[in-house]
């Protein structure tokens, strides 16, 4: 069974950069589509980025295109997300998710995934 658990998260002021791990247990993050989430508090889990299994190919929110950069180390069965110039906005917990399935849904839906960690805190804050 896949386990998934983030890290790197912190408070920041805007501006500034933040990079956020998303280490898997139990099974090859290699196979697996990664999807990173933010929730707000009192709003719905949205979908940020993501990169597929295999070639790599990564999908951005217009919100976060050319400041967040979501890449791969499968030798540290590890998905990071670069988050740079970081706005107050951005304040939000951020989730990875994992599919073993491409076709279960668009990588934007939270219930395409099967898999989720617990969460890390990002708060963008003077």
């Known amino acids: 069974q896949l386990q998934l658990v983030e890290s790197g998260g912190g408070l920041v002021q805007p501006g500034g950069s933040l990079t956020l791990s998303c280490v898997g247990s139990?099974?090859?993050?290699?196979?697996?589509?990664i999807g990173w989430f933010s929730q707000a508090p009192g709003e719905e889990r949205e979908g940020v980025s993501w990169?597929?299994?295999?070639?790599?190919?990564?999908r951005y929110i217009d919100s976060v295109k050319g400041r967040f950069t979501i890449s791969r180390d499968n030798s540290k069965n590890t998905v990071y997300l670069q988050m740079n110039s970081l706005k107050p906005e951005d304040t939000a917990k951020y989730y990875c998710?994992?599919?073993?399935?491409?076709?279960?849904?668009?990588?934007?839906?939270?219930?395409?995934?099967?898999?989720w960690g617990q969460g890390t805190q990002v708060t963008v804050s003077s």
């Open positions: 990169i597929s299994h295999g070639t790599g190919v990564t």
């Open positions: 998710a994992a599919t073993a399935d491409p076709h279960r849904g668009a990588w934007l839906w939270p219930e395409s995934y099967e898999f």
């Open positions: 139990g099974a090859s993050l290699e196979y697996y589509d």
